[in-house]
């Protein structure tokens, strides 16, 4: 099992900056690929950004790319979002979620509770 943990969440105004964190726990540890997610209210959750098991490759959606940065350290069982220059529709409830087992897909078994992230104008 792993547990995960979001931090680092917070009220912010546009044009600022925040960092998430997320903390990976447990006893069973697979060094896959981890994300984060983003769900809004009544919208659907959608992909912010991942990041491949050695941290080499990094995806974005189209709306963070340029703005946001995706790392992780996998010697503390953790990953980061940073995320700059935040606009209002950035606000929303940030998830992160790992594998269970290293896999090329996109599928992700284990979830984080979430961590609000809101922008102000």
């Known amino acids: 099992q792993v547990q995960l943990e979001e931090s680092g969440g917070g009220l912010v105004q546009a044009g600022g900056s925040l960092r998430l964190s997320c903390a990976a726990s447990g006893r069973t540890w697979r060094e896959g690929i981890m994300g984060w997610f983003r769900q809004a209210p009544g919208k659907e959750r959608e992909i912010v950004a991942a990041?491949?098991?050695?941290?080499?490759?990094?995806f974005y959606v189209a709306s963070v790319k340029g703005r946001f940065t995706i790392s992780r350290d996998n010697a503390k069982n953790t990953m980061y979002l940073q995320m700059n220059n935040l606009i209002p529709e950035d606000t929303a409830v940030y998830l992160c979620?790992?594998?269970?087992?290293?896999?090329?897909?996109?599928?992700?078994?284990?979830w984080g509770q979430g961590t609000q992230v809101t922008v102000s104008s």
């Open positions: 979620a790992a594998q269970s087992t290293p896999q090329s897909k996109m599928k992700f078994d284990y």
């Open positions: 990041i491949s098991a050695s941290g080499d490759n990094t």
